[in-house]
């Protein structure tokens, strides 16, 4: 079983910056893909990046891409979103994700799911 916590989160200015972080408990992290994934009130969770167990392949959504950079350190067992140029519409409780299938993850399938971190943007 393995169990996912968020930190990070927070109220931050438009054009500000955050970062999250995800650390997973267990062992054998590095066999995980990892993905973040964000609920905004009224919508659909959507999908916002996704890294390999290795960390040498990242994917991201378009609406992120060039803000956004996902990271892991498997020493310790934890994966991070780098989010800059933050815009309100950023704005949606952000949950990471883990599972051993890539494509598990990307499409938000994936077996573990972490409690999620409010992220507020204001204008």
């Known amino acids: 079983q393995v169990q996912l916590v968020e930190s990070g989160g927070g109220l931050v200015q438009a054009g500000g910056s955050l970062r999250l972080s995800c650390t997973a408990s267990?062992?054998?992290?590095?066999?995980?893909?990892m993905g973040w994934f964000r609920q905004a009130p009224g919508k659909e969770r959507e999908f916002v990046s996704a890294i390999t167990g290795s960390g040498t392949s990242t994917y991201y959504a378009d609406s992120v891409k060039g803000r956004f950079t996902i990271s892991r350190d498997n020493a310790k067992n934890t994966v991070y979103l780098q989010m800059n140029s933050l815009r309100p519409e950023d704005t949606a409780v952000y949950y990471c994700a883990g599972d051993y299938a890539l494509n598990v993850v990307r499409v938000g399938n994936s077996k573990y799911w972490g409690q999620g971190t409010q992220v507020t943007v204001s204008s």
């Open positions: 267990g062992r054998a992290f590095i066999l995980y893909a």
